[in-house]
Structures are given as structure tokens and as C-alpha cells.
């Protein structure tokens, strides 16, 4: 059973989704890939079900007291895109890597492209970092959330640009 709330953020509104209790997807507004919403299941209120422990890292997350989120996580994709999404999740806050390294790290140098297929399928974004991966020059390509977003959340784990408040 799939039920849906929506929080405000920083970066907009953030709908997140769980499937039987677990976190299963965090979109943003006009996110690439981003379900129907009568995918979602029923809206309840963000203090209701698995939702009130996810806020409560997303808003020190935004507060810039949390550096690495410690949720259980329901991803749904293909074998290849869960190591993909796995290894995301070892990025270290603040650092980035590009698509060819994450590529290598998985035992498959040459499939960048087909990380990068996998990385803009994230079904939980920022939790699972898919912001951290940019281009082989240093590019910032790429981004379900649009690049202004991409931008705003590396510039933010740097230090560099306080969240409004």
C-alpha cells in the first residue's frame, strides 16, 4: 500500500512516497521522470506514517546538521540501477565523482553512459545524492531536478551558499 505526503523545502515543494511503510520516492516539482501522482497512493499529512522521520532529516539535512541521511529505502529498478543508486550513496557529503568514475567503481569502465541512464532514474533524490555526479570535465550535467537545483545542493554541501531561511 502506497501513501504520499508533500513538505516544503528549500529547493521547493518535495513529494515524498513510501510503499508498505518504507521511503520508496522522493520527487521534486517538474522532476524529470517524476510518476503520475495516482501512482503516489493516498495523501496523508507529514506527520503520519513512515513520513515524520524522513522530514526530520530532511530539515536538519537542510539545516546543514546532517551530512549522510539513515533511512530504510524501498528502490524499485533494475539490478544495474540499485548498484548504481547504491554506490551514490557512498558519496561523501560535499564531494562529488563523475559518471565514468562511478562507471570504474562498479567493475565497468566503459558503461558511464548507462550510469548516468541509471542515476537520472533516482527515485530518491537527494537522500540518494544523484546530485554529486557530474560530467568528466567537471561539468554539471545533467539533473532530474534542473541544473539551478543541482547547482544550489553542491554549492550548499561546500559551504559555500547558506539555504534561505
Given at each position: ?24 520516492g522522493l520527487y521534486m516539482t517538474e522532476q524529470r521522470h ?84 541509471a542515476n537520472g532514474r533516482n527515485p530518491v533524490g537527494i ?39
Open positions: 500500500m502506497k501513501q504520499h505526503t508533500v513538505v516544503e523545502s528549500p529547493y521547493g515543494v518535495l513529494t515524498l512516497v513510501a510503499d508498505e511503510g518504507v521511503l520508496c517524476r510518476p503520475a501522482e495516482e501512482t503516489f497512493g493516498e495523501r496523508v499529512a507529514a506527520d503520519e506514517g513512515p513520513f515524520p522521520a524522513v522530514v526530520e532529516q530532511l530539515d536538519a539535512y537542510f539545516a546543514g546538521e546532517l551530512r549522510e541521511f539513515d533511512l530504510p529505502l524501498r528502490m524499485n529498478g533494475t539490478a544495474f540501477q540499485r548498484s548504481v543508486w547504491e554506490r551514490l550513496r557512498a558519496i561523501p557529503y560535499g564531494e562529488t565523482r563523475s559518471y565514468g568514475q562511478l562507471a570504474a567503481e562498479l567493475g565497468s569502465p566503459g558503461a558511464s553512459r548507462a550510469v548516468g541512464l537522500i540518494v545524492p544523484c546530485h554529486r555526479v557530474i560530467g568528466a570535465g567537471g561539468s554539471l550535467t545533467g539533473y532530474g531536478g534542473g541544473l539551478e537545483r543541482k547547482e544550489r545542493l553542491l554549492a550548499f554541501e561546500r559551504g559555500a551558499v547558506p539555504l534561505p531561511g
